[in-house]
């Protein structure tokens, strides 16, 4: 049968157990040889132990858990091409042709780097010797299928990644005790929630959460937001409430670039209101966690079309991602997807703030 092996690798989120365990099962259902390779690209270089043939029972009880049960890493030697050679020779000794890559962008690419290599990969195996002719012939094309897995929804191409559900259900319910407690004393918060280089998970808990005001990387405030910040949050006390809610994504910067910190906003809101301020940084939490119904399903959803995407290929054909789209499960070009979502970080970075809002409101 074919050999597929599925991964997950980068930063780990919600929902990636549950797409593990569609592509496993899928696989299996139509007769494939399922592999796990664990600890992402690490494993595929390292081979031995970390590629595992799957059976229909070893991703059972998984489904609700989180974090990624196969492990993830952030992988150096993959990006180097020894690292590479190494990989390839240990998926074509067990016939794997096709790969499932649950990732973010980064890992996306690689992925999509390697199926452009292989050929020449496999030829220099040949020449010395590690891998025998029929090998190479049996293995000539590598298909590949990548699945976006991040909490922070930063991927050009599809409406929501595999996570995003999960840490915002997180971060409500952890504003929802800052709340309780910021009441209590008539405090401000200042909480900073995931996000590297995007504001999704920041601008929506801030909406779901009657929130004050937000601070996000795509759409900087501008050089008075100081002055801004404050005329809002005392005319929510003049109207009654008792506490302020200003919600931080970690990647938050002013219209020169500079990081916006949490520290930052508490100094000016102490400084110019003398309000009692509090900081939270929610961190990890937000990835840790069992997932939630929707990510559970999206993963599956995703897991399913990915295993089905691969069957269809024809040997040698563009890598591509399953997204979803207007709540269907599509198959889109994987590096359409990823020059797209450079495209929304170069526009960032040309402080072409305007640019980089369109550019992901369309992802
Ligand atoms: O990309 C996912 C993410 O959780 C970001 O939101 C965050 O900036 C980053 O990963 C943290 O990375 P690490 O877990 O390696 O510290």
Redesign the pocket.
């Known amino acids: 049968g074919k050999g597929i092996a599925v991964f997950t690798s980068g930063?780990d989120a919600q929902g990636m157990n549950g797409a593990v365990r569609a592509v496993i099962r899928m696989g299996i259902y139509l007769g494939a040889k399922v592999y796990f390779i664990k600890e992402g690209y690490q494993g595929m270089v390292d081979g031995g132990d970390n590629v595992v043939e799957a059976s229909w029972s070893s991703v059972s009880g998984i489904i609700h858990k989180g974090g990624t049960v196969i492990g993830s890493a952030?992988c150096k030697d993959f990006r180097e091409r020894p690292g590479r050679l190494k990989a390839a020779k240990n998926l074509v000794k067990k016939n794997i042709t096709n790969l499932v890559c649950i990732g973010?962008d980064g890992s996306l690419t690689g992925a999509n780097l390697f199926r452009v290599e292989w050929s020449s990969l496999l030829d220099e195996l040949l020449s010395t010797g590690e891998i025998t002719k029929e090998e190479r012939d049996t293995c000539a094309y590598l298909n590949i299928v990548g699945m976006v897995g991040?909490?922070?929804n930063d991927f050009c191409g599809t409406d929501m990644t595999i996570g995003t559900d999960s840490a915002l259900h997180r971060i409500i319910e952890a504003i929802d005790a800052i709340v309780a407690t910021a009441y209590s004393h008539q405090r401000t918060f200042i909480m900073e929630v995931?996000?590297?280089h995007c504001g999704y998970l920041a601008l929506v808990a801030a909406l779901a959460s009657e929130a004050d005001f937000v601070f996000i990387p795509e759409w900087p405030p501008e050089p008075n937001w100081p002055e801004t910040l404050c005329k809002k949050l005392a005319q929510e006390r003049a109207m009654g409430q008792r506490l302020n809610i200003i919600i931080v994504a970690?990647g938050a910067i002013d219209r020169e670039g500079q990081p916006i910190t949490a520290e930052q906003i508490r100094k000016v809101v102490v400084d110019q209101l003398k309000q009692d301020t509090r900081i939270t940084v929610l961190g990890?939490v937000q990835?840790g966690g069992s997932p939630s119904a929707f990510d559970r399903i999206l993963g599956c959803r995703m897991g399913a079309e990915a295993v089905l995407a691969l069957f269809e290929m024809k040997p040698d054909s563009e890598a591509v991602v399953v997204s979803l789209d207007g709540n269907q499960a599509v198959r889109v070009p994987l590096m359409a997807c990823v020059e797209k979502t450079k495209a929304v970080a170069a526009a960032m970075a040309a402080k072409e703030w305007e640019k980089a809002v369109e550019l992901r409101g369309r992802s």
């Open positions: 930063g952030r973010g991040s909490i922070d995931m996000g590297r970690e990890h990835r």
